[in-house]
T-cell receptor, first 114, second 116 residues
Framework: ETGVTQTPRHLVMGMTNKKSLKCEQHLGHNAMYWYKQSAKKPLELMFVYSLEERVENNSVPSRFSPECPNSSHLFLHLHTLQPEDSALYLC?????????????FGPGTRLTVL | AQSVTQLDSHVSVSEGTPVLLRCNYSSSYSPSLFWYVQHPNKGLQLLLKYTSAATLVKGINGFEAEFKKSETSFHLTKPSAHMSDAAEYFCVVSDPGYSSASKIIFGSGTRLSIRP
């Protein structure tokens, strides 16, 4: 295993629900990431945290709200999602948030929005 | 602006035959290049990366890739395919001229199938 865990692995929610995705890394890394992986589309970077500060927010709708309480944990809070938000959400971590750093990925949360 | 193109969305080879997954990139600087693999229901795992050292990079599971600046390519190869190689493969480019991880661009992926 890569040392990055994600819970839950599967989530089905209605458009009016509020839920949260959790990511935890045990690698001693300082950077964490949220990606969205949709069918037939390249991986989309959503958020980057470095030393618990958000350093990137790639025009993600406000119905997605990240939280990084410490360097080992990352959350993605979800509310009033749309069916097109159904996707695999991947968390990753790296030692630093640089462009040459290897990222270590969790297994993902498969989200279905009804 | 940087970009990455994986030329084949699906490649199918017989077990024991060579594998070639093609990747072309565009970059304003000398880029860093990666190949990641994703097995079903798993996250992505690094196969190998090029960061301006030797142009022929060896990775895990017998894979290797060659950085060819003149052709702006970073194709992934393996001499002999194994059934366990069946997965999705992603080519990734990043510009070291940027400090932000948002300048990391993933290709759209190539699905590799292995025939018995």
């Amino acid at each position: 295993e890569t040392g990055v865990t994600q819970t839950p692995r599967h989530l089905v929610m209605g458009m009016t629900n509020k839920k949260s995705l959790k990511c935890e890394q045990h690698l001693g890394h300082n950077a964490m990431y949220w990606y969205k992986q949709s069918a037939k589309k390249p991986l989309e970077l959503m958020f980057v945290y470095s030393l618990e500060e958000r350093v990137e927010n790639n025009s993600v709708p406000s119905r997605f709200s990240p939280e990084c309480p410490n360097s080992s944990h990352l959350f993605l809070h979800l509310h009033t999602l749309q069916p097109e938000d159904s996707a695999l959400y991947l968390c990753a971590s790296s030692l630093l948030a640089g462009t040459t750093d290897t990222q270590y990925f969790g297994p993902g949360t498969r989200l279905t929005v009804l | 602006a940087q970009s990455v193109t994986q030329l084949d969305s699906h490649v199918s080879v017989s077990e024991g035959t060579p594998v070639l997954l093609r990747c072309n990139y565009s970059s304003s600087y000398s880029p860093s290049l990666f190949w990641y693999v994703q097995h079903p229901n798993k996250g992505l795992q690094l196969l190998l990366k090029y960061t301006s050292a030797a142009t022929l990079v060896k990775g895990i599971n017998g894979f290797e890739a060659e950085f060819k600046k003149s052709e702006t390519s970073f194709h992934l190869t393996k001499p002999s395919a194994h059934m366990s190689d069946a997965a999705e493969y992603f080519c990734v480019v990043s510009d070291p001229g940027y400090s932000s991880a948002s300048k990391i661009i993933f290709g759209s992926g190539t699905r590799l199938s292995i025939r018995p």
